[in-house]
C-alpha cells in the first residue's frame, strides 16, 4: 500500500464528516488502483481496517441502521453503548484489540422470520461490535470488488438499487426483448463453501490479516433461538458482511419470466429479490 492513502494517523477521533471524507479518499484510491490492474492482489489492508476514521464512519453506519435496536447475543444495543460505555470507549477497545490480533467475533443470534409459503428464512444477528468491524471491512474492501463488476450487476452493489435494474429491463423491451431470465441459488447463503468463498476473496487480497478476519467471521457460529451454539463449517448467516459484500464473487440470481404484461410491482418484487 502506498504511503501517499492519507489515512493511517495517529489515535484521533475525528468529526462524522471529516471521517467520511478521509474514507472516501481511501476507497477513491483503492477502486483506481482496482481498476487499473485487475490482477493485482492488495497487500497491507489491515490497518485501514482498524484506522480511526474507517472505525467512525462503519460506526455511523451501523448506528443509522433499522436494526440498530436489535441486540445480538450480548444483548448490547447501540444506544445501550452510548449511554453506558460512550462511543469512542467503545470503539477505542475495538481497535486495540484489531490490532493486537485479538478480536474474536462472537456467535450470531438466530432469528426465524416466517417465508411465503410457510417456510422459515435464518436471519443471523451479529453483536454491535461484529457489525462495526464487519462495516469497516466493506468500506475497505469493497471499492476492491466493486473493480470487478460489469455495469449489469446490481446486486450488492453501493449506489445501485432494484428500480437500476428495472430500468435497464425497461430500456431493453424497447428494443423488442420479450424476456426476463430471473432465477435463484437454492439455499445460496446456507450453502455457500467457505473454502471456495475465501479463494475468490484471495484472487483480490492477499492482507493475512484481512483474510484471518473474514475467516472469523465465517467460522463464529450461530446462537439458535433455543439457546443452542451451532458451528457454521458453510454458508453466510444472512443480516452480516458475509452474506453480502463477500457474496458478489459468486453472483447469483436471475429467474425466467417474461416481461410482457407483467405488473409493475411484480416486477419489482422480482427484482427486489434478484437483482
Known sequence: MSEDTEVNTAVTWLDPDWAWLRVQKMQ????????????????????????????????????????????????????????????????????????????????????????????????????????????????????????????????????????????EIQAYGTRGYRWVLDADIEACFDRIDHTALMGRVRDRIKDKRVLALVKAFLKAGIMTESGQFEETDTGTPQGGLCAAAHNPPYEQRWVMRSVRGLPPVEAVATTERCA
Open 28 to 167: 477513491t484510491k483503492l477502486h483506481q488502483w482496482a481498476v487499473a490492474d485487475p490482477d493485482r492482489r492488495f497487500d497491507d489492508l489491515y490497518n485501514l481496517v482498524h484506522d480511526p476514521a474507517t472505525l467512525s464512519v462503519a460506526f455511523a453506519r451501523v448506528a443509522g441502521n433499522a436494526g440498530a435496536h436489535t441486540p445480538g447475543v450480548d444483548r448490547m444495543t447501540v444506544r445501550a453503548i452510548g449511554d453506558d460505555v460512550g462511543v469512542e470507549a467503545f470503539l477505542s477497545d475495538i481497535r486495540d484489540r484489531l490490532k493486537q490480533r485479538e478480536y474474536l467475533p462472537l456467535p450470531v443470534r438466530e432469528r426465524m422470520i416466517p417465508k411465503s409459503g410457510g417456510k422459515l428464512r435464518r436471519l443471523g444477528i451479529p453483536t454491535v461490535a461484529d457489525r462495526v468491524v464487519q462495516a469497516a471491512l466493506k468500506l475497505v474492501l469493497e471499492p476492491i470488488f466493486e473493480a470487478d463488476f460489469v455495469p449489469c450487476s446490481y446486486g450488492f452493489r453501493p449506489n445501485r438499487r432494484a428500480h437500476d435494474a428495472i430500468a
